[in-house]
């Protein structure tokens, strides 16, 4: 019923940037929570960005200062642009939305993209 379709991973140099999108597309009507998780090899899936339902926003505290999450309400789309890059932040980055189905606006349903790799080099 919901897709969520990222774009925008790959191979950077530290120090470098990228940007992710992530478009959300189906029988939705309304969002609540919207952003991104990262997860890398051996580590537990973190949050790293997000809209909060009041449309605040939220960042883990190694990537403030250098991630900036924004969207286009018109599109259902957010997305993440990632400036100074650390190998630290090699990941697979997911998005993620908490939303309300026309079908079912009672109850909010969370919803996963598929990844996109994010590989910073040294």
């Known amino acids: 019923q919901v897709q969520l379709v990222e774009s925008g991973g790959g191979l950077v140099q530290a120090g470098g940037s990228l940007r992710l999108s992530c478009a959300a597309s189906?029988?939705?009507?309304?969002?609540?929570?919207m952003g991104w998780y990262r997860q890398a090899p051996g580590k537990e899936r973190e949050l790293v960005a997000e809209?909060?339902?009041?449309?605040?926003?939220n960042y883990v505290d190694s990537v403030k200062g250098r991630f900036t999450i924004s969207r286009d309400n018109a599109k259902n789309t957010v997305f993440l642009q990632m400036n100074s890059l650390q190998p630290a932040d090699t990941a697979v980055y997911s998005c993620?939305?908490?939303?309300?189905?026309?079908?079912?606006?009672?109850?909010?349903?969370?919803?996963w993209g598929q990844g996109t790799q994010v590989t910073v080099s040294s």
């Open positions: 809209f909060t339902s009041r449309g605040s926003t």
């Open positions: 993620n939305a908490k939303l309300r189905l026309l079908t079912a606006v009672w109850k909010i349903v969370e919803y």
């Open positions: 189906g029988s939705i009507f309304s969002i609540n929570t």
